[in-house]
Each structure stands twice: as C-alpha cells, then as structure tokens.
C-alpha cells in the first residue's frame, strides 16, 4: 500500500512530530514549507525506507544529529560529527545575549573557549564580517568540524585553530571577549538522559569538582587573558548551578560585575562578566 507524506508525518510512533518532519526534510531535501505543500503525495519506496530506517535508529537512543549528520543552530545548519558535542538551544542564548551586548561595535579578536562544532564562535564570526576567531578545543575532531562548518559558511580565513587544553592557553595581547560552553555535568547525574551519556563525548559533558571544576577554572583563565580594560566572558551553566556560580564570582577580585540569561524553562544559564582592574 502507498504511503503519503501527510500519512507517514501522522503516523504513531515514539518520536516527535516535529523529529518526523525534520527526517522528512532531510531525505526529500525539501523546506517545511515544501513538505506540506506535498503533503498528498506518494512517499516514493526508497525514501519510505531511508525515513523509517533513521526513524527506527533514533528511537532506539541515537541522536537524530548525529544520524542526519547535521542540526540547526541559531538559523544554520551545522555539520555533526559522532565524536563531538551536539549543540544545544540553551546555548544560543548565549549568542543571543553577546549579539544584544556588542550591538554598535563588536570585537575584532575573540576566543571560543572548547569549540565543539563551532556553533558558537561561528554564529558570531558570520555576523562580525571583520573578527577574527581563535576556536581552542582538545578533540581533534572537534576542530575539524569547526574547520568543515567555517568552510560551509566561507569563514575559514577568518577562524585559527588550536588544539590546546584551556588551562594551558597562553595569549599576549589582551582579548575583549571569550564565549564558552564548558563541560559541567557531575559524574552519576541522575538527570542526564540515557542517550546523552551512550552517544556524546564524555571529555564534552562532565567535569569533576561535582561538574564546577572546569567553569572555575576557565573562569580564571578568562580572567587572566581578559583585557583588564572591560574585556568580557560569556558562559554557559547547568540549570542548578546559578548559586554556586555566583558565589564563586563574588569571590573574583578581577570581576567588576556580571548579570545571567535565563534560559526558555526560567533557570539562570549564561552568565556575563565584566574584568576591570581595581
Ligand atoms: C559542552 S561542549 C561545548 C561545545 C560547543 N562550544 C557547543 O556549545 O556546542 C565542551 C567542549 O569543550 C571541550 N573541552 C573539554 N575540556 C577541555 C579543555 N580542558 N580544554 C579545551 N577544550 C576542552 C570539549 O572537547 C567540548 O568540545
């Protein structure tokens, strides 16, 4: 029997509407709207097969990102790469709130502190056209995906890549911004669903010192290649870590103030800080 699109979109199952019409989009390589103007249409066979194979492999835990090679961040689609973070919607409030902050003038260098795909540092670099990006990660593969998704967006002659741990980042002149998304899961979060902790890089996730050690410790790097003339740091936290984080602030004498972003469920997830000398 023939299925259409609109029957195969309505079909039930335990994925989302929304993943159905994102697999849809993907094999027919149509826009959502294309879809539904489709929507009578006969699924030819081999598409049939393509969605309901990706569809049984993501219902059994795999990432659709990771499946379909590609997830959209911030209005792109970035390339994935299995062995490295997929970006998440949290984070673009993070972008969001950099692009509110430098509306009349941006930087012209900035660092991405653990680049991962590159999601971060290049939304910024695609609306910067003069910046410069020093993305640093230590996966290598990371790197060469924000090398592939720089390409996709012309971008590669604008980013430097470095494969360097944080701790151990040296830069000589000061930095007016660095973004980050640090790893800051504690080991044994009940919260962390199944599929995450199977599929994504355990170096992107957790972090010791119940999932604080490496938001502090980018945080003093951050300080220290700050310019101390109001260079500023935007980071991303966990949802439960707003207290704990603003203490630590408190206690940084280069801090002359930060202010947090909430994310679309109301938890404190990007915070804002400003370095000053005293
Ligand atoms: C949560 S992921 C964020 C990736 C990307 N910024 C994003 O938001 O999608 C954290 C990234 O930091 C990198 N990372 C973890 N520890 C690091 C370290 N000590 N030095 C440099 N990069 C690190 C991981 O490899 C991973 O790519």
Redesign the pocket.
Known sequence: MNTTIGQWLRSPSFSSYCDREYILQHVLNKSKSEIYLLWEQTLPKNQLKKCSDILFRHEKGEPLAYILGEVE?YSDTFFTDAK?????PE?EI?VESVLNYYQNSYPRHFV??????????LSLLKRWPKSQLLA????RY?LNLTLKNAGKFKLEKRIHLCF????DLEIKHPIQLIT?????IAKGDVGLQPAVEKYE?E???FSEWSGLK?ICTWLDKACSILSKEGGNYFF?IGYNQYEEVKNILKNKHLVKYFTSYKDYQGYKRVIHCSVKRK
């Open positions: 961040f490295v973070f997929i970006p998440r984070t993070l991405d502190f653990g680049c991962g795909s590159g999601s971060i540092g640093v990660d230590t996966n990371a360097q741990n944080i701790i980050a998304n640090p790893p800051y890089p170096t992107a996730l490496a991303e």
